[in-house]
């Protein structure tokens, strides 16, 4: 049997889908306060370029609305308010506490009344169809066991031509970078965490989700299945990050 990842998380791969999504609730209602400072500190602040990339690529066109899923700490979701001035932001997360904190980072940089945020399951969105312009999911896919589910509901609620996005950390398959990447995660990346999160052990959960998570190409002809067309994907920093980017057919697919 294969060691835990750490004394408090099993493995992803040792536990069921509820047990996971329970995990993972408990998980980050216990880092929210630390979240953004150790997100920027641990990934040497690329999450802000990646994130930026990301809402570069975004295109509104019909109901200059995007939807945010998974939202955390609503770092996407702002920074699609600063980007496109004229479109309306929905965040949404099944963690009050990521909620609470969200709602008041947006209250102070004065964006409540262009970013609201949600409480829900990205299994079972509270959105009519066609609805959205973009759907995007930002280092969120990962703690979904479903992911075809959330990709789904996703493609459900953009409006034909519209864009689905999932943004996610992935491992390295091949080269020397793997074994360094691999170090990180697993020694140093905890360690570091150690010093400033009062739940450490949730970063042992980071680097495990990651290795786990399935590689770019896997997720591309994921979301193929799920109803996209002309997935692209975007490598970025040495393919650590992947930036994965689908439109909804203007005909539905038989």
């Known amino acids: 049997m294969e060691k835990p990842v750490g004394e ?3 493995r992803v791969t040792e536990i069921t889908d ?4 329970e995990m993972v609730k408990e998980i980050f209602a216990t880092i929210t306060g ?39 700490t609503a770092d996407l979701a702002i920074g ?3 980007k496109h001035s004229r479109t309306r932001v929905t965040g949404l997360d099944f ?25 829900g399951d990205a299994l079972y969105l509270p959105f009519s169809d066609s609805c959205f312009d973009v759907a995007a999911i930002a280092f969120g896919i ?31 398959r091949n080269g020397a970078f793997r074994k360094l990447y691999d170090v990180y995660l697993n020694r ?8 400033f999160s009062q739940n ?15 590689t770019p190409d896997a997720l591309a002809i994921l979301m193929e299945k799920a109803g996209l067309k002309k997935v692209g994907k975007y490598s970025l920093t040495l393919g650590i990050t992947h930036l994965h980017l689908g439109i909804k057919p203007e005909v539905p697919q038989p």
């Not at 509820?18 to 999504?21: A, F, K, L, P, Y």
């Not at 709602?103 to 949600?118: C, E, G, N, P």
């Not at 509901?153 to 996005?165: A, I, K, L, N």
Request: proline content about 5%; hydrophobic content about 45%.
């Open 200 to 214: 450490p052990e949730a970063y042992h959960y980071l680097g495990d989700s990651i290795m786990n998570f399935p």
């Open 142 to 172: 990962r703690n979904i066991p479903n992911k075809i589910g959330a990709i789904k509901e996703m493609v459900r609620v953009v409006v034909p031509g519209g864009q689905v996005m999932v943004l996610e950390m992935t491992f390295p």
């Open 18 to 21: 509820t047990e996971r999504i």
């Open 95 to 119: 963690v009050q506490e990521m909620i609470d904190f969200a709602r008041a980072k947006i209250q102070m940089k004065h964006l409540s009344d262009r970013v609201q945020m949600l409480r």
């Open 8 to 10: 408090k998380y099993p």
């Open 34 to 72: 630390k979240y953004d400072f150790l997100n920027h500190f641990l990934s040497l602040r690329h999450d802000i370029a990646w994130r930026r990339f990301s809402v570069e690529k975004m295109h509104f066109f019909n109901t200059y609305r995007m939807l945010d899923v998974a939202t955390g």
């Open 188 to 195: 140093i990346l905890p360690r570091l965490a150690r010093a």
């Open 80 to 82: 699609v308010a600063h």
